[in-house]
Every structure is written in C-alpha cells, then in structure tokens.
C-alpha cells in the first residue's frame, strides 16, 4: 500500500536513488526524534521513568506519523528494514530496491542519532551501556514487529494518512506494552546502540533483538500468505 | 459498519474460519496492550496511580485504534461479544457466526493475558486479588458498554479509519470518566481476572461487572430501535 | 456542517424529537465525561494538580470527538446552546429548533453531572463552593467560546471526522491556554455549578461566565458575517 | 497545498485584505495556546518542568491543528512566515502577497501575546529574562524548521485534515526532540521574546533562533527543488 502509494509515482521525483535519499532522511528524523526526545525527558524528568517514557512514546509516536505523512508519498516511508523485505516478500516490490533501501536506513538512522546528540550538546556517538537482555524482552520484540507489520499491510487503503496514525498509535502502545519498549526495526536497533542516553541499546544485546524481530517478520509473512490464501501476492482478500 | 466492511468481502481470505482467527488475534493484542501497559505503567511510575492510569489508558486508547485499522477489514475487528451481539440483533449478521466469533474473543483475550504475561518474564496465569465492586462499578459498566455500543454503530461509514479513531478516544476517556475504568466487554472482563497485575479483576466481581455490561447492551439496542423507528433492521436513519 | 449533515436526513429517526433526545443523550455523556474524569483524576493525583487537569483534559477532548462521531449524523451534535444559537443565525437553522435543542442540551447536561456522580458513589447533585470569578477568566470565556465557534464553523466539510477531531482537540488545549479551563458553553456552565467536586463551578459565578460566553458568541458571528461578506447566509466563503 | 484550499476560493471572503485578517487571528490564537498552556502548566506544575512542558507540548500541538483545520481554507492557515516565503519561492504564490501575510502573521502573534496575559491577570507585555542560546539551540532549530516545512509541503493532499494532524504531531513531538523545544517559526519568535513566563525567549537570543530557522528553511527549498527535479515549481512529483 504504501508501496503503491510510491509505485504510483513514475516522475523523477521516484527514481530509486531519490526514493532511497527519502528513506534516508526519514530514518534520520525518526532516530533524532526517538533519542533527542528521550535525552529532553530525561534531563526535565527528574528520575521519574514513568513520565520520562510518557513523553518519549509520545514524541515518537506523534513524530513517526507525520514523518509517514510526509514522506509516503516519495518513497513509502518504510524506514524499516522489516518492511522493505516483507514487500518484497508479499507485494513483489523488486528485489533489487531492497539493497539500496536498507543501506539507506541503516546509515540514515545512524546519521539521526548524531542529529540528536549534537541538537543536545553531546559528542555524536557514544556506546550505550544500557542492557536490555532477556527472554521476555525478545519474545516482547517478536510480539512488537509482528503486530506492527499487521498494522501498516492490513491497514492499507488509497490514502496514507489512516496507516499513518494507525502506526503512530501503535509504537506510542507498544513502547509500554512490551517490556522492550518496541524497537521492531532493525536499523533503529542498530543506530540505538551508538547512544549512551535514555533510548540506547548495549551493542552485545543488539543480536537478540534483531533475532526477536525476524522471529516476528517470519511469523507475520505466514500470517499474511494464509490469510490471503495465496503465495507471492497481495495479503489482502 | 464494521461487519459490512468485511461482509464485502468474498474473498476466500474472508471465509468464516479465517475471520474468527483474525478476531482471535486481535483480541489477543487488546489483552496484551491493556495488561502490558497496566504491568510497564505500575512498575516505572513508583506508586503515582494517575501516571499510571494516564499511561495504560492512552496505550489502550492508541492500541485499540491501531488494531481496528488492521483487522477491520477482514473481521469487522469487533473483538467484543457485546458487538457481535450487537451486531446479529440489530443489523441482521447471521447467528451461526456469533459462537465461533465469540469464542475466538474469549480464547484470544485469554492468549493475550499469556502474552503479555510471557513479554513481562511473569509466570502465565494467576488470579487476580483486586477488588472492583459496588453498584457504583456496576452502572459505570453499564454506562460505558451503552456508550461504546453508540461510538461504534453510530459512527459507521464508508471508511473504518474514523471509527477507528472514534472508539480509541472513547476508550481512552472511559478509562477515566467510569468508576470502573471501563471494562466495557465480556471477553476482555474474563480474562482480565486471570491477570494479578494492575489490570486484574478477582473471579468474583466478574459477575457484576458481566451483569452492567448485559444491561448497557440491552439499553444500547433498545435506543437504536427506537432511533431507527423500526425493528430488526439497520439502526441508521 | 454538522446541521447538514442532520438535515439532510429526512427519515423519521431524524424528527426533531428525535434529534433533540439524541442532543441531551449526547450532552449527559458529555458532562459524565467532563465531571467523572475529574472526580477520578483527583482522586488518583494526590495533590498534583497538572497531572489531575492532564487527565481531565485529554479525558474530555477524546470523549468529546468520540461522541461528535457517534451523535453528529443523528442531531449535528451540537452539545452546546451557543452553537445552536450561532446555527439559526448564520446558516439559518429555523428559530422554532432552537428551544428544543437547548432545553435538550440544558437537561442532558443536568442528567451527565447525575450520573458522573452515582458512577463515582456520590451525592446525586451538591452546590459547587468553588470560585471562578474575575475579569480574567471571564475574557478567557470570550475567547474560548470565539474560538470554539470558528473551528466548529470554519472546519466544516462533508465528513464530520475532521470537525470531530478539530473540536477535541481544541477543547484539549483550551483547559489549559485559558485561566478558566475553557467551559465555552452555557449549558455545561449551569449543569457545572451542581458538582462540589474538581470541575464545579459556584452558582455565582455562572453568569460572569456565561456573560463571557455570549461575548464570544457575538465577536463571532460578526466576524463570520464580515468573512462571509453577506448576511444571514453561510459563512462560508 | 494549503495554499490550494486558500486559491481556490474566489468569492469575496477570500480578498487578500481578508485572509491576511484570518492569518492574524489565526496566529493570535497560536500565540495565545503557546503562551496560555505554558502559564498554566508552570502554574499548576509545582516545579517539575516535565509535566509542565507535556502539557504545554500537547496543548500546543492540539490547537494548532484545530486552528489549521478552522483557518485552512480562507487563509492556507500558515501562520509562518517561513511557510509563506517557501509558498513564494516553490509554489507560486505572489510576491506581493507576501508582506501583507508576513505583517499580519507578526501583529497576530504579538496580539496573541497580549490575549494569554489578559487572560490569566499578567500585564499585557513583559521582556522575556529566559535565555536560549547557544549552538545545539541553534541547530536545533534549524533541524526543526526543516522538518516542519517537509510536514507541510510533502503531506500536501486535497483535504486539509491530514496536513493539520500531521503538522499539530509534528510539532508535539518536536518539543521534546530538540533542544530549543522547536520555535520553527520567526513570528511566534519574535512575539514571545514579550512575555517573561515559561515560554518566553531574552531579546538577545532572538536573532540566533532566526538565524536557524532561515538554515533549515534554505535546505529545505533545495531539498524540494531536487526531489523535484525542477525550478520554480510544485515540488510533488
């Protein structure tokens, strides 16, 4: 859907190599609004986590809707390797603009965490020491990109702003209904490990994430085969 | 609405079996967004029960809006017997759908406890001890089911997105403006006393608060008979 | 806008006995809203009065849009004397609507402070002791009642999503950019003065309010007829 | 976009002289939100500046939708002198119309100053002690700016609704993300160098907050013209 939002646009504006730049600058903002609002709680919340992750799912929740908003129609908004490769999978998006598409959102994410760091004052990187380990949180990242790749394929429609609140809505949920906070993207997960503040990630625990996400892709591409009862097309009956 | 949203569809990936397990699943991520949320909310916000309501009430609100989004189009995302029910009195669904949709709900709200349960490393079950009784509880059960019943019929259009958005703000306000904070729904009343988390309801204010829910239900489609001045048929003028 | 979308309606669901028990059904929930989010806030804040009026703020704007969506194609879900009023003058609503309406809305708000109150085990109704008074919060009535009216009036289109979102979230913001929380409307002000609780208003204090509120409504009318560049029509340009 | 809605207005409300009253008011109320929510939230806070600035984050962005949803269609609603000047530079819109929307947009803020001060008892102006300085500040805002224009003019689309939630999220979320707490705007800076309360900004710190703002709407025409492909014209593609 949002794919064909992008599809639909044959003008010089979509060329891959414009579409990739989107999705880079998208990531960028996404990163710089899930570090540097979690680095402003922080510093205004005086120690009190509830509040500090208040604000932090909902900076990252309003902020991730308009950036789909904004940049949907360029490019799709992915700004997620877990959805570039599941329309590859189920919408037979070319395999060939995976490559391009990933690249761009691994480096733009890490491009929005140095974003934040020096929109606060801080040197650009700095490895998080900051563990998030266990079963519970990567069976909570299974959980989180399986529901939010359900969100963003079910919901398509012509327009892009209903996915674009229905997405916002969800990771403003699921930061508190996981007790991972809800990554579910594996560039995020990357650059999060470049931040030694509130939204960091300890670099030994990335892998775990990452398997609890494609644990999750996995579960949601049978899903979205069964459901439409058909292989290699459009999920939605 | 909701129903003809996904009665449009004849696709296979609409068949009746598919549609219970879709209504299975999304009810099983209501439960694991209203107990998660519950479960992360109490345990950051140090004992300040209106930060930790505010935090489970907008998740739930957000979560609830998210998930109608998704799974509306393939089951009409009720995720509540007293919509299904609803549903076949005053829009004509066929009654043969209504044990498999609402077994579906009360399994799924029973896997959703699991799952958030499993995403918080708590064991998977346990009884709730919390109290939620008084006949001040029992009519705001009522009110909020007669209210939820308005949002989601009433609100009926072509596009489910407003719905959508409809029932997760109400949700979200209910949480606050009932003494009850809303339960609103059987499947989501019998699983939550399976839960001794923030969330949690004891096994023996299931009843009452089952018995409000009744009564909401049956003033919602008295009013909707009323309002359509006909009888068994589409409550929209 | 919403009184187009009511009339266009000619089935007998939309008789104006009909409309106007649907305008005080809407109100009632309105003000069980309003009053039992603030009984509920304060009762949980302990003390902490901006996370009370947060609650109550975010409680009452989510309901609100919620019940626009769900009342608004029955009654236009006006909910409010002063955009009943603003209705007949400038888009011509017949003059002989206008006390059923308000009578409704007047009512149903009396109704919502009842049932806020059996829902939280209080006293049916008990006088406000709490003083709103001063030329302050009476200019704040002017100006949030003006607002009120144009984005009520100025979103108009032919979907009533939109003006539903607009209107709660103005409502939202307005408890907090006024002094006096923003009441904007005559019958919510009268039903208010009968809660001794968070959102009551003392009963002599109601008419600098509603002195404040007619203020507004003719600094609006006169500025739509200018917009308009015409009299007794459609503002719309 | 918004500019469409305004253009496509011929009918006397929609004069030039009378949009650029309808910018002034809208940006009034802006101000009058900005400012209010942020005396409130200071008010009722107690101290703990977390609190305070979601409040005034959530007000903020709320009212601004609502006033984009009531003003977008006589006026485009920029209420922004960098929206008006990138119109100019991308879209087409008259040079000439852009000194009477810059001025309106300047006195309107300055007004809206003087509204939220009445409104809760203040003098009608007060030079602003608070600084807001510094590099990371100043980068912040360029990073804001930028990403406010891209909101506007990429999530352009025939309704004004999505643009208006997508902007109001947008700038909620851009509080917290940025250091500065996301002005992105040289009217509404200017404006609340006048009041000394929480968000004022000293006098002296105004022209490097322009001087960031004027970045990020630079790079940001360069952006459009690029995705474009062409010069002096819709960047959509």
Same mark, same amino acid.
């Given at each position: 859907?949002?794919?064909?939002?992008?599809?639909? @646009?044959?003008?010089?504006?979509?060329?891959? +190599?414009?579409?990739?730049?989107?999705?880079?600058?998208?990531? #960028?903002?996404?990163?710089?609004?899930?570090?540097?609002?979690?680095?402003?709680?922080?510093?205004?919340?005086? !120690? @009190?986590?509830? *509040?500090? *992750?208040?604000? @932090?799912?909902?900076?990252?929740?309003?902020?991730?809707?308009?950036?789909? *908003?904004? &940049?949907?129609?360029?490019?799709?908004?992915?700004? $997620?390797?877990?959805?570039?490769?599941?329309? #590859?999978? *189920?919408?037979?998006?070319?395999?060939?603009?995976?490559?391009?598409?990933?690249?761009?959102?691994?480096?733009?994410?890490?491009?929005?965490?140095?974003? #934040?760091?020096?929109?606060?004052?801080?040197?650009?990187?700095?490895?998080?020491?900051?563990?998030?380990?266990?079963?519970?949180?990567? &069976?909570?990242?299974?959980?989180?990109? &399986?529901?939010?790749?359900?969100?963003?394929?079910?919901?398509?429609?012509?327009?892009?702003?209903?996915?674009?609140?229905?997405?916002?809505?969800?990771?403003?949920?699921?930061?508190? &209904?996981?007790?991972?906070?809800?990554?579910? @993207?594996?560039?995020?997960?990357?650059?999060?490990?470049?931040?030694?503040?509130?939204?960091?990630?300890?670099?030994?625990?990335?892998?775990?994430?990452?398997? !609890?996400? #494609?644990?999750?892709?996995?579960?949601?591409?049978?899903? +979205?085969?069964?459901?439409?009862?058909?292989? $290699?097309?459009?999920?939605?009956?």
């Amino acid at each position: 859907m949002l794919h064909e939002v992008g599809a639909s @646009n044959g003008a010089p504006g979509a060329s891959l +190599a414009r579409r990739s730049v989107v999705e880079g600058l998208g990531t #960028a903002f996404l990163l710089a609004a899930v570090v540097g609002s979690g680095i402003m709680a922080v510093r205004l919340s005086g !120690g @009190n986590t509830a *509040l500090a *992750l208040l604000a @932090n799912s909902l900076a990252t929740g309003a902020g991730l809707a308009a950036l789909i *908003l904004a &940049f949907g129609a360029f490019s799709g908004a992915h700004m $997620n390797p877990a959805v570039t490769l599941s329309e #590859a999978i *189920l919408r037979g998006r070319p395999w060939r603009e995976v490559p391009p598409y990933v690249s761009a959102q691994v480096l733009g994410a890490v491009a929005g965490v140095a974003m #934040a760091h020096a929109m606060f004052g801080e040197p650009l990187f700095s490895l998080s020491v900051r563990s998030r380990t266990g079963l519970p949180q990567i &069976f909570s990242e299974a959980v989180a990109t &399986f529901g939010l790749l359900a969100v963003i394929f079910f919901s398509a429609r012509r327009d892009v702003a209903p996915v674009a609140m229905a997405v916002g809505a969800y990771i403003s949920a699921a930061y508190w &209904f996981t007790s991972s906070t809800s990554f579910a @993207n594996p560039a995020v997960t990357l650059a999060r490990s470049l931040t030694d503040t509130f939204t960091g990630i300890r670099p030994a625990d990335v892998p775990g994430f990452l398997a !609890g996400q #494609a644990v999750g892709t996995s579960a949601f591409v049978l899903l +979205a085969r069964w459901l439409s009862g058909r292989k $290699n097309d459009d999920p939605h009956p």
